[in-house]
């Protein structure tokens, strides 16, 4: 008989992985001009199935993102190594970013409920 084992999320190695991939992307891309970590870690309510969701806003002329679908973005800005919990990107322009809250309310509030963790 198999069992299932109830796996304990770390939040203090997720916010450390976090931390450091934000430093890290903030070096390696000075496209990016804002993070913002937002979802159920930030709420509170992660669970051992839960990733961390993050927002990253670049320039309106960043390289492979202008006219490039919003969840073909994320590949350049992925960790080099493991993290704890699969981090989940979402990659907007700034124009995008300041235009959610017509499009998109409930991500909008979502976000802004965040913690900004990077701002160029």
Not at 13 to 19: D, F, L, M, T
Not at 31 to 46: A, D, K, M, N
Not at 58 to 80: E, Q, S
Request: charged share 20%; net charge negative; glycine share 6%.
């Amino acid at each position: 008989m198999l069992t299932a084992g109830v796996r304990r999320v770390d939040r203090a190695a997720v916010s450390a992985a976090v931390e450091e991939w934000t430093r890290t992307l903030a070096q390696r891309h000075p496209e990016v001009q804002r993070v913002v970590w937002y979802g159920s870690f930030i709420e509170g309510t992660p669970t051992p199935r839960s990733d961390a969701d993050l927002c990253v806003v670049v320039g309106d002329d960043a390289a492979g993102v202008a006219g490039t679908p919003r969840h073909a973005r994320g590949a350049d800005y992925l960790p080099d190594s493991a993290t704890p919990v699969p981090l989940d990107l979402a990659v907007l322009t700034a124009t995008e970013y300041a235009a959610l809250p017509t499009w998109s309310p409930a991500w909008a509030r979502a976000i802004e409920r965040g913690c900004v963790l990077f701002v160029r």
